[in-house]
């Protein structure tokens, strides 16, 4: 059974940073592209970042460009996201996502999603 | 930036009911729609992609349909466990997006 768990997430202050991880188990996680989804607190889904299988491509939304990392280590079945100089506007709960009929760029549709774990970016 | 506009934005139905769920992009997609159904504090789930074929364990009264830039999500009977937010999804371009929501509540 494919299961994606989350964690890392938290509260912190504005600037600071923060690492989430996603644990992937149940299926062969070197063959999936994978992708960071959010969703602000009562609000709809924003996508975050996406990944292919082998980490040749990475793609990011405007909002987090050039503050966010997206990486993965297939060894270790899990995938990560750096998050550096939070703002408010980054608080939501980070969901990692299998890509189902991945095109090779990291994009498609999510198959499987984790729980979540929430960033709280607050004073 | 493709953007998915989802009406209505709430659905008030009974249970056995159809429910006819919209979403409209801004420019075409070609059939690279998909749709989650989410509820309150749980992940969302895949129910259809590439606009109408239904995902792994799916029941078939969901059904999806439309091309280019309108589509639709049916629930043809409502159960009481489809009482939920139903979001759209486009993978046609970047960056992904998806819709507004659509919440389908007991009338």
């Known amino acids: 059974e494919v299961h994606l768990v989350e964690s890392g997430g938290g509260l912190v202050k504005p600037g600071e940073s923060l690492r989430l991880s996603c644990a992937a188990s149940?299926?062969?996680?070197?063959?999936?592209?994978m992708n960071w989804v959010r969703q602000a607190p009562g609000k709809g889904l924003e996508w975050v970042s996406s990944?292919?299988?082998?980490?040749?491509?990475?793609?990011?939304t405007d909002a987090v460009k050039g503050r966010f990392t997206v990486s993965r280590d297939n060894a270790e079945n899990s995938l990560y996201l750096q998050m550096d100089s939070l703002r408010a506007e980054d608080t939501a709960i980070y969901y990692c996502?299998?890509?189902?009929?991945?095109?090779?760029f990291g994009s498609g549709y999510y198959d499987y999603w984790g729980q979540g774990t929430l960033v709280t970016v607050s004073s | 930036e493709i953007v998915l506009t989802q009406s209505p934005a709430t659905l008030s139905l009974s249970p056995g009911e159809r429910a006819t769920l919209s979403c409209r992009a801004s420019?075409?997609?070609?059939?690279?729609l998909a749709w989650y159904q989410q509820k309150p504090g749980q992940a969302p789930r895949l129910l259809v992609y590439?606009?109408?074929n239904r995902a792994t364990a799916i029941p078939a009264r969901f059904s999806g349909g439309g091309s280019g830039t309108d589509f639709t999500l049916t629930i043809s009977s409502l159960e009481p466990e489809d009482f939920a937010v139903y979001y759209c999804?486009?993978?046609?371009?970047?960056?992904?997006?998806f819709g507004g929501g659509t919440k389908v509540e007991i009338k």
């Open positions: 990944i292919t299988s082998k980490s040749d491509y990475k793609m990011y």
């Open positions: 999804q486009q993978r046609s371009d970047w960056p992904l997006t």
């Open positions: 420019q075409s997609l070609r059939g690279s």
């Open positions: 590439d606009a109408s």
């Open positions: 996502a299998r890509i189902l009929l991945g095109n090779g």
């Open positions: 149940g299926f062969t996680f070197n063959n999936y592209d």
